[in-house]
């Protein structure tokens, strides 16, 4: 019998105890698709900028993957933020549009929640946003003081969705009295029902609104009663912000949690464990499209506000919104009840 000689034997088992090398991000996207998950129905800020994102974002990331938007609407995105924390592949190859209410929701401990929104992983913040509520041209109510002397009929999503909490938190902490039918399964349900006479106004993002319905404002279809987000857009004076009107600090307080989403914004995110390499990779691929002038020149052709964050800062947000005291938690809860 013949044996290796020892030198053999001790490089074999060198060899064998070498880590092995993790196979290069463009090679493993080569010639891959990418599902980019949208929580919301076709129609709208969410749908508006998933589909956009995914149209361009495919050019930046290293093997230049296929990008397919996919629709999973339910519960206002908690459906889908559900899924990609608890049942979506781990290889980087499922990423998403995350609701802004993701970490509100869970810092409230809302029914419905499966998601820890800092076990995520956040690749960046396309844009923040500003949403508005308003009514159509045919209803008596055309300011927010109108909404606080009788009853106007609002459209809502689901009692997650911003299109009720929003205008719960008015009635309750501003005076407002606006009656919300809510069910409608998108913003685009929620227009021909106001059209139709069935509600008088919807909720909405200012820069899906302006894409989508510019020949509203054009025509002054609309009356824009209130805008939502910690800084007031330009775009919109005369406009109350919700978070100034509530009728004690306490309450402001609250409708500034609220809206702390609003910051939030547009925000892309994978599930966990997605190894670093790649969360790396299309952290640098959206940040790149997103100071990109060929595409910033594309996203004001298509009226798609752009304003980017990193990562790593939305994840610095997310701690922030989900550290808050418990007593202001408890005034947020009952709130919008």
């Excluded at 230049?64 to 924390?85: D, F, R």
């Excluded at 927010?144 to 002397?149: F, V, W």
């Excluded at 190894?275 to 052709?301: G, I, Q």
Aim: proline share 7%; charged share 20%; glycine share 10%.
């Amino acid at each position: 019998m013949r044996y290796c000689s020892l030198p053999i034997v001790v490089a074999a088992a060198t060899l064998l105890a070498q880590p092995v090398a993790a196979q290069p991000v463009d090679d493993f996207y080569r010639g891959k698709t990418i599902n980019f998950y949208i929580g919301n129905t076709v129609g709208g800020g969410y749908d508006l900028y998933g589909r956009f994102i995914a149209m361009h974002l495919g050019r930046y990331v290293p093997g230049k993957p296929n990008i397919v938007p996919v629709n999973m609407p339910g519960a206002g995105g908690l459906t889908m933020a559900g899924w990609l924390y608890r049942n979506a592949p781990r290889d980087g190859t499922a990423i998403a549009i995350a609701s802004q209410v993701l970490p509100i929701e869970q810092a409230l401990g809302t029914a419905g929640v499966q998601y820890d929104a800092r076990r995520l992983l956040w690749i960046g913040r396309a844009a923040p946003v500003v949403e508005v509520s308003y009514t159509w041209h045919t209803s008596q109510t055309r300011t927010l003081a109108d909404a606080r002397k009788h009853d106007t009929v609002m459209g809502g999503i689901n009692p997650t969705s911003n299109t009720v909490t929003y205008l719960r938190l008015l009635n309750s902490l501003a005076g407002t009295r606006f009656r919300i039918i809510s069910g409608y399964p998108g913003t685009t349900e929620m227009h021909i029902a106001m059209e139709r006479g069935e509600t008088e106004g919807a909720t909405k993002t200012w820069e899906a609104f302006k894409a989508d319905n510019g020949d509203w404002l054009r025509d002054k279809k609309v009356n824009m009663l209130v805008q939502y987000a910690l800084t007031a857009s330009l775009e919109l004076p005369g406009v109350p912000l919700m978070s100034d009107l509530g009728r004690s600090e306490d309450d402001r307080q609250v409708l500034r949690f609220y809206t702390a989403g609003n910051e939030l914004g547009r925000a892309i995110v994978t599930a966990p464990d997605v190894p670093p390499e790649r969360l790396a990779a299309l952290r640098t691929a959206l940040m790149t499209m997103l100071r990109d002038p060929e595409f910033l020149a594309e996203a004001k052709k298509r009226k798609v506000e752009i304003g980017p964050m990193p990562g790593q800062d939305v994840h610095k947000l997310i701690d922030g919104i989900l550290n808050v005291p418990p007593a202001l938690i408890a005034a947020a809860k009952k709130a919008r009840e």
